[in-house]
């Protein structure tokens, strides 16, 4: 029997809604102007134009677009939805808190701390313990063996500016900190720190590697915290090589999530590969260099460093060449018995559906025979309320802007599988 269209395991409901959105998205006279209608949204003050406050336009966006890429408002909802995915066949979930902050280039100079006394209580009070309480949350909600994706700026300026700073955590927030990291490791939940701009990614790198010190060395292979590693950057192989370096000599297990990276718009453009084709290159690169735990290009061995630590992967991205590559890989070393790296696939809620839905039928069909690599495919899943989460679909249009191409692929792969559906239904298929 022929295997089943990947998509055919989403529920009818979820293939039109995704038609609709990626049509929208995908158009060039119709994206502008939702666009140019959420920035509108996302920023209104006014209380009418507010989907926290506006319950007719709550409804609207709660069954399209909110629908499409947010997990839900309250715990509740989140729930039903990763619920819904696992019983897809989904292996688990990244869970993400869409409180954030995204700063422009000029912003990050002028940034400030959040400075002494009243000033600072404030800011404690309205940035940085709401922040920890919807991450606690977060965590609260996931399961084990799910993961939860931390971004830092969600803190607010304090951290923004400790971060710009390259300076430790001031005292409110590295409690606020150490209580989410205690609490997903005592809880089975591994931590995905994200990667954010380049103005602050050497704090956030610097910080991730004192937490992956704290706690990735308790359980032998298993790492809690990971790091998230850019490879648009020219810098990348060799920061990660410092930190396989670190990871060895300190008896650590590398949590690894690797991304294209997300800034192209606004980071230093010179810092950036100076084509697609390097960005893909040292991508793929690094990617089989960690699975197979072997130093190779992009990814050169730091002088004197012969082994290869640990490493724990989550492997991010929306190219289907990408991901092929590694499966195939992987499929060889299980079928010569060779040791494994811990990996996981991931990709974000309402994008890239046929990948995820090939990753996860490979998943059920393998899952009989022995000697194949069972990948485990999970989706990165932002929850908040609806204008929390509006700023965050903001920005995701807008990285969307850049890739036309890839939603026109998701749309039109939706468009076949309800024709396949409709032509089963009334028995035309081939
Ligand atoms: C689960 C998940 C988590 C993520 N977390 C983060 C995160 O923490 N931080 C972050 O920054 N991003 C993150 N991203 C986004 C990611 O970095 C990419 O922007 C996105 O996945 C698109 O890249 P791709 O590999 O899927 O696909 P592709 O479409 O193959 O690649 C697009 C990417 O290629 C690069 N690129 C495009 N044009 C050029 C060019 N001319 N020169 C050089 N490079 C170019 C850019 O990075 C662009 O985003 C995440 C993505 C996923 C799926
Ligand atoms: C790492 O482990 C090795 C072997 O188990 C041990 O000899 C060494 O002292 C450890 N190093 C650190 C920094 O813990
Ligand atoms: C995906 O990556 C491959 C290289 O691995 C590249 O050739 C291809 O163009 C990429 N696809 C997209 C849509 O960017």
Not at 9 to 22: A, F, G, K, Q
Not at 28 to 38: E, K, N
Not at 132 to 142: D, F, I, R, Y
Not at 239 to 260: D, P, W
Request: overall charge positive.
């Amino acid at each position: 029997m022929p295997k089943p269209p990947p998509l055919s395991i989403l529920p009818l409901s979820s293939v039109l809604r995704s038609l609709m959105v990626t049509s929208i998205s995908s158009s060039p006279f119709l994206f502008p102007i939702s666009l140019a209608i959420t920035a509108k949204l996302a920023h209104s003050t006014n209380p009418v134009l507010n989907p926290d406050s506006n319950p007719i336009l709550r409804f609207v966006l709660k069954h399209t677009f909110y629908r499409q890429f947010c997990a839900g408002e309250n715990p509740k909802e989140v729930r039903q939805t990763i619920d819904g995915l696992k019983n897809l066949g989904f292996k688990g979930v990244i869970l993400g808190y869409a409180r954030e902050v995204v700063m422009e280039e000029s912003a990050a100079d002028e940034l400030k701390s959040c400075g002494k006394d009243e000033l600072a209580e404030a800011c404690i009070r309205k940035e940085i313990i709401p922040w920890a309480k919807g991450s606690l949350e977060t965590v609260k909600l996931a399961s084990p063996g799910d993961f939860v994706a931390l971004k830092f700026t969600g803190a607010g300026s304090q951290a923004l500016y400790d971060l710009k700073q390259q300076a430790p955590s001031s005292p409110a927030l590295k409690e606020a900190i150490d209580s989410i990291c205690d609490l997903a490791s005592a809880r089975g939940i591994r931590l995905l720190f994200d990667a954010e701009q380049q103005a602050i990614q050497a704090g956030i790198d610097s910080w991730t590697l004192d937490y992956m010190r704290k706690y990735n060395g308790k359980t032998p292979g298993k790492a809690v915290v990971y790091g998230t590693y850019q490879a648009y950057l020219k810098a990348t192989p060799s920061i990660l090589a410092s930190h396989l370096a670190v990871a060895r000599k300190e008896n650590l297990t590398l949590g690894v999530k690797l991304v294209r990276g997300a800034y192209l718009g606004s980071d230093p453009r010179h810092l950036i590969h100076d084509t697609k084709a390097d960005t893909d290159n040292a991508y793929n690169g690094i990617a089989a260099a960690l699975a197979k735990r072997a130093y190779g290009p992009p990814l050169q061995a730091e002088k004197g460093e012969t082994t290869f630590p640990p490493v724990n992967v989550v492997l991010a991205g929306h190219n289907h060449t990408s991901v092929r590559k590694i499966q195939d890989l992987r499929t060889t070393q299980a079928q010569r018995g060779e040791e494994q790296t811990d990996l996981v696939y991931a990709q974000l809620q309402g994008m890239a559906d046929e990948i995820s839905c090939e990753l996860v039928q490979a998943g059920k069909i393998d899952s009989a025979k022995s000697n194949v690599d069972i990948p485990k495919a999970y989706k990165y899943l932002v929850w908040g309320t609806s204008g929390e989460c509006l700023k965050y679909l903001l920005r995701r249009a807008n990285e969307n802007k850049e890739a036309a191409q890839r939603t026109m692929e998701g749309r039109d792969a939706m468009a076949r599988e309800l024709v396949r559906r409709v032509k089963a239904r009334f028995g035309l298929s081939s």
